[in-house]
């Protein structure tokens, strides 16, 4: 196998030269042997069923033809020594079985049968000179053949190559997409609690200085859980493969109530095994309404209700604020709401909440396939 290799690597010029010197050694080898008062005019046509092989890849078809015309002119010149195979003619139909086109080799077909049984003095000749044909013919089909089927699963694993890239290309630039959202999510809510707290502050250190220090203790509370997830958030971007345990779950989901003074929580039904992706989306959905209501609605209250249904939750923010404006269509966190939900297979919907007044974020979220401990 290795030999064929450095055979392959070798350039195709010199791989036909070499060629050549081995037919015509192998055509003179009978005269080593033989009467050496043949006549020299023999060497003649030995030349001419030999030389044309140098060619054999730029005209198969010619030389084809061009070598099968000069062997009978070896019985015309005179009688020599007998010739028992005729290298340079199995190498050119060789040649036009591996090359040509299907027209050329039909013709190489009828012209090389009828050429045989023209030039065969037996029947036992005949045989031999035809099966000899048929072998050079066939592996030149059988090379033919191989190097197609070679080349389409070269092209085919290329391909594949190029759509795994591709696939990967868009895994990485949907990661990308979650993970920007995911950030907006956390800088837009823990920025917010701690401009609203800050503003609260100084008007709480003259009148109730204890609500002052609790104002104090959420500024760094929000800020120090803002750190945490982004550093879990940058962890993910230089560690791929790494684990997405650490974000924020359902689990937190009171916390991150507690954080905003006129939000409450209120839960119904039985909770179901959540996928994590799920859960994700869930704990940020809300912190994005949160969000929306300490910095747009002007609210005096806020309710974020989870209602567990037979194969999903459902989760609703309602507040009691402004309420949708005259032609809102929902800003970057309503459409990264709506994203969220659709990623998971669920459905988000906004609007005038259902009492007349303030704003409403109604999304439902289905199951998923729960990661089962175990």
């Known amino acids: 196998m290795a030999l064929l290799d450095r055979l392959r690597a070798l350039p195709p010029a010199l ?66 020594p007998n010739q028992p195979i005729w290298y340079g003619w199995l190498v050119a139909v060789y040649t036009v079985a591996y090359q040509s086109p299907s027209s050329h080799r039909l013709v190489t077909i009828v012209v090389t049968a009828v050429g045989t049984l023209m030039q065969s003095v037996s029947v036992d000749t005949y045989v031999r000179g035809l099966a000899t044909w048929v072998a050079a013919y066939a592996l030149g089909r059988v090379a033919a053949l191989t190097k197609q089927q070679s080349l389409a699963l070269r092209e085919r694993a290329m391909r594949l190559e190029r759509e795994r890239e591709l696939a990967a290309e868009r895994a990485a630039q949907h990661e990308r997409a979650r993970i920007a959202r995911d950030m907006h999510d956390i800088l837009a ?19 109730r200085p204890e609500r002052a220090e609790a104002a104090f203790d959420a500024i760094a509370a929000s800020g120090r859980d803002a750190m945490g997830q982004l550093r879990r958030m940058l962890g993910l971007l230089k560690e791929p493969e790494g684990s997405r345990d650490p974000q924020p779950t359902l689990d937190r989901i009171p916390e991150l109530v507690g954080r905003v003074a006129q939000a409450t929580l209120t839960e119904t039904g039985t909770p179901l095994p959540l996928s994590h992706d799920v859960e994700v989306a869930a704990y940020r959905i809300i912190q994005e309404s949160l969000t929306n209501v300490v910095k747009h609605a002007g609210a005096g209250a806020a309710e974020v209700r989870l209602v567990w249904e037979q194969d999903a939750l459902r989760v609703t923010v309602t507040d009691d604020g402004r309420g949708p404006r005259q032609g809102q269509v929902g800003g970057q966190g309503l459409i990264g709401i709506r994203e969220r939900a659709t990623a998971c297979g669920g459905d988000a919907s906004f609007g005038l909440a259902p009492s007349g007044r303030g704003f409403q974020v109604s999304v439902r979220l289905p199951r998923g396939h729960a990661e089962v401990a175990g």
């Open 15 to 80: 791989v036909d030269v070499l060629l050549t010197v081995a037919v015509l050694a192998a055509q003179l080898a009978p005269f080593t042997s033989a009467d050496p008062e043949w006549p020299i005019a023999l060497l003649l046509p030995v030349l001419a069923a030999t030389l044309p092989v140098l060619l054999r890849r730029r005209f198969p078809f010619t030389v084809m033809f061009v070598v099968m015309a000069a062997i009978p002119f070896y019985d015309i010149v005179g009688n020599g």
């Open 189 to 207: 809510h823990a920025v917010s609690l701690m401009v609203v707290q800050a503003e609260s502050g100084p008007l709480a250190v003259r009148t």
